[in-house]
């Protein structure tokens, strides 16, 4: 199970992909109430932790603070920005004064039970998860669905994680974790034909990884399909040469 993608594809707060228009970290002649001003330097934190610099985000992140230390999305973010950072002592802080402010918050609650699963408390993370999809207003209840399959997969609770991605695949079909790991999970229960829908449908969303062309070689394999088997093996040997599952191919170590 690749961290990077599952990260990529499930992480809490995803920022816009457009460039801020601020590089101080500061908004100039900015005016209103606290709590607006809060709300504007935590968006533009969510900016530049989706750009990938930290520093500004950390320092929107003080100015949102100091203009309304009860904004709960502001601790929600450092959250974020600290578990990017390693510091889990102060992540773990800042998504629970998060949540003691806004218990029912859906985004707060899928980062910390993202953030317990990447911290090894997997079977804890399952209710943060659940938390989020019971708010009425949340706009992406797949999302938990799927994380909380991942998380229930790394805790070895097969049929949990075979649930739950069933029920994200169900509200968005083309929920791209939820689609590879369900076609793994298929295929170890030998059913290879809808194994092979599911990973063929993920190889068309996304630009295929190592874990996909491996998922979909073997499912060939045991179809008989030497061609199409040929053709994902080329691709692994191309593209991911160092990976794991080219290493098992050349060993013959399929299964």
């Not at 002649?29 to 969510?46: C, K």
């Not at 090894?120 to 943060?128: L, T």
């Not at 229930?152 to 739950?164: G, I, P, T, Y």
Request: proline letters at 5%; one cysteine or more.
């Amino acid at each position: 199970m690749r961290k990077l993608i599952l990260l990529a594809l499930l992480a809490g707060c995803a920022a816009p992909n457009t460039d801020p228009t601020h590089d101080t970290g500061t908004i100039v002649g900015e005016v209103g109430d606290p709590r607006n001003r809060a709300r504007l330097h935590t968006e533009l934190a969510s900016l530049y932790y989706g750009n990938g610099n930290l520093a500004v985000a950390l320092e929107e992140l003080r100015a949102a603070a100091a203009a309304d230390s009860n904004y709960a999305p502001a601790h929600g973010m450092y959250g974020l920005v600290y578990m990017t950072l390693n510091d889990n002592a102060r992540a773990e802080e800042s998504f629970e004064r998060a949540l003691r402010l806004s218990p029912n918050d859906a985004d707060i609650n899928h980062n910390y039970g993202w953030f317990l699963c990447q911290t090894k408390r997997e079977p804890a993370s399952i209710k943060y998860f659940l938390a989020a999809i019971r708010n009425p207003l949340y706009p992406a209840p797949w999302r938990s669905y799927s994380a909380a399959g991942v998380c229930s997969l790394r805790a070895n609770q097969v049929k949990d994680a075979e649930a739950f991605f069933d029920r994200a695949l169900k509200l968005e079909p083309d929920e791209p974790a939820s689609l590879l790991q369900l076609g793994q999970i298929r295929y170890r229960q030998g059913n290879i034909g809808e194994a092979r829908k599911l990973v063929t449908r993920y190889n068309k969303l996304v630009s295929p990884n190592a874990e996909s062309l491996w998922l979909a070689l073997r499912i060939e394999r045991r179809m008989g399909e030497r061609l199409q088997e040929q053709a994902y093996a080329n691709q692994l040997r191309r593209r991911f040469p160092a990976s794991p599952e080219f290493l098992a191919l050349q060993r013959g170590q399929y299964d």
